[in-house]
């Protein structure tokens, strides 16, 4: 083991004991490194909540909940072992001044421009979803402007004006040109917007809920193009019975195995970044949610590691 990667936690499949990092993965930041593919980043952050707190633990519990899917080789149904294809790395969470969101933006752009500008993949939990401006700022750094890829119960393109709301981030997103609605899509929407000036594609809950996955990759597909991506994921996208623990829950969503479907009928996209946000413990029940967040972001990197033969 090298000097650089002395926090590594305990090299352990168990599903309870040495939890520290995602998956059990090493701890590092040495992003600049060859020895790593990918990075999963913690952003506690839930100061732009307009619903139940409580995201600011979520990384965290994410990362306790991942302990039951570490002692699976080969992540069902992939055909092939993650670390086969790529080395992963937990970055650990980022840091700044409790109840300065300021500085959380800059740090959060700050970090993942310089981990994708070093030409890595990075994974982020959130925290609220506010933290994914940040996040495409620090991507369209990188890769210039994005198609979208959103899961959520809520468009996210309303602005009242303030500025911390979790609920405004694609409303100000293709303003700062760091996304092109008209290559971008949202899905699993159930709550109202303004459809006369909406430029996203949506597929709501109703249509994403009786569509095939096969009809809903294809569309996404389609919208698009051939743009580079980037990827949001709600967990409130999820029916509130497979995700309780969020702060904005919505019923009547989508099921955790019609998504992990769609996910993977999408992966040979060129997709550059994922977050799955608002997971909010404090309201799970047994860990359903934080372990639908866990899932997720392992069918992230997955969806990475499939891309690489």
């Not at 290559?183 to 709550?191: D, E, F, V």
Request: net charge negative; hydrophobic share 35%.
């Amino acid at each position: 083991m090298s000097s650089e990667d002395t926090n590594n936690p305990i090299e352990d499949t168990s599903m309870y004991a040495n939890i520290y990092s995602f998956m059990g993965v090493p701890f590092s930041r040495h992003f600049l490194s060859d020895k790593f593919d990918a990075f999963v980043m913690g952003i506690p952050y839930d100061l732009a909540t307009s619903g139940r707190a409580g995201t600011r633990s979520g990384p965290t519990d994410i990362r306790q909940a991942s302990a039951n899917l570490r002692w699976e080789e080969n992540r069902w149904p992939w055909e092939f072992s993650l670390q086969d294809r790529i080395s992963v790395a937990d970055y650990g969470d980022i840091q700044y001044c409790w109840g300065d969101s300021d500085e959380m933006l800059r740090e959060v752009e700050s970090h993942s421009a310089q981990i994708t500008g070093a030409g890595k993949t990075l994974i982020s939990l959130g925290g609220d979803h506010f933290v994914t401006l940040p996040l495409l700022r620090g991507h369209a750094s990188t890769y210039g402007e994005l198609a979208l890829i959103h899961f959520d119960a809520h468009t996210d393109t309303y602005d009242d004006g303030g500025k911390y709301n979790h609920g405004c981030m694609f409303q100000r997103a293709p303003e700062e040109g760091l996304i092109n609605p008209e290559y971008s899509i949202q899905i699993g929407i159930r709550t109202d917007y303004d459809r006369s000036i909406h430029k996203f594609q949506v597929i709501d809950a109703h249509q994403a809920n009786e569509q095939t996955v096969e009809t809903i990759v294809e569309s996404v597909r389609q919208r698009v193009g051939h743009k580079k991506i980037y990827l949001t994921f709600d967990i409130d996208c999820l029916d509130p019975a497979f995700a309780p623990g969020t702060g904005t829950p919505v019923v009547g969503g989508l099921t955790s195995s019609k998504v992990l479907r769609i996910l993977q009928g999408i992966a040979d996209l060129p997709i550059v970044g994922f977050d799955v946000v608002e997971v909010s413990p404090a309201f799970d029940q047994s860990q359903i949610t934080s372990l639908a967040g866990a899932t997720l972001a392992l069918q992230f990197l997955y969806m990475v590691a499939s891309r690489r033969k």
